[in-house]
């Protein structure tokens, strides 16, 4: 990623005592709730809404973010709930940093918008953190004129995937793979003023 992205996330989270509406992301909460709490990945947490709501079902969680500012304020939050015992709070950039392999049960992103050196790489990554039995779940905005999510979101189209786009980094033969379109959810759309559906991959690494 670069210094720019970086700066400009900073800025964004100085200029605002919150930044997200510190909920989970609903993809999440869907695809989570059917699962047995273990240890999870969370890449890009921002202020750590999902760590946060995944370390309450207890779940183990690592979070990873870029920004110190944002990491800050999910610690106090962590503290504040009587989680910190359950999360990890890491500050690194996805696009050189490196999870363990086969280490989580569940790895999670949600609307990873940085301008990565090699973004295919960074999702064979944390594919590759996917413990066997585990799930990766990826979820990022629908690309396409005419959800005017350039109105909303003035990213470059590196910055945007789909679905689709991650499952042809996963390796043919070892993972049971959704891709969907998905409504976003209202809240997050009405609070945001961005109704772009969600491209979701849920991908199951077999036994």
């Keep these: 990623m670069s210094a720019t992205d970086r700066e400009s996330y900073d800025e964004l989270y100085r200029a605002n005592p919150a930044v997200w509406s510190g909920r989970p992301n609903r993809q999440l909460v869907v ?3 059917r699962l047995p709490p273990g240890t999870a990945l969370d ?3 921002g202020e750590g809404g999902d760590a946060l ?3 309450e079902r207890n779940w183990r969680v690592t979070a990873v973010d870029f920004s110190p500012i944002a990491l800050e304020r999910a610690s106090v939050a962590s503290r504040a709930r009587g989680l910190a015992d359950r999360i990890e709070w890491v500050h690194a950039d996805l696009d050189a940093w490196s999870p363990a392999v086969g280490a989580f049960d569940l790895v999670t992103a949600h609307y990873l918008h940085a301008s990565w050196t090699d973004r295919d790489a960074v999702f064979r ?3 590759a953190a ?3 039995g585990g799930t990766l779940l990826v ?3 629908l690309m396409g004129d005419q959800w005017g999510h350039g109105q909303h979101h003035a990213h470059d189209p590196g910055a945007l995937y789909t679905a689709e786009d991650v499952a042809a980094q996963l390796a043919a033969g070892e993972w049971d793979v959704v891709t969907e379109t998905r409504e976003r959810d209202p809240a997050a759309a009405e609070r945001t003023g961005n109704p772009v559906p969600d491209t979701v991959l849920v991908a199951r690494r077999r036994s």
């Design 53 to 55: 709501w995944l370390a």
């Design 125 to 127: 990554r944390l594919a």
């Design 43 to 45: 890449a890009g947490c």
């Design 130 to 132: 996917v413990a066997p």
């Design 31 to 33: 695809e989570a709730s």
């Design 139 to 141: 979820v990022g905005h």
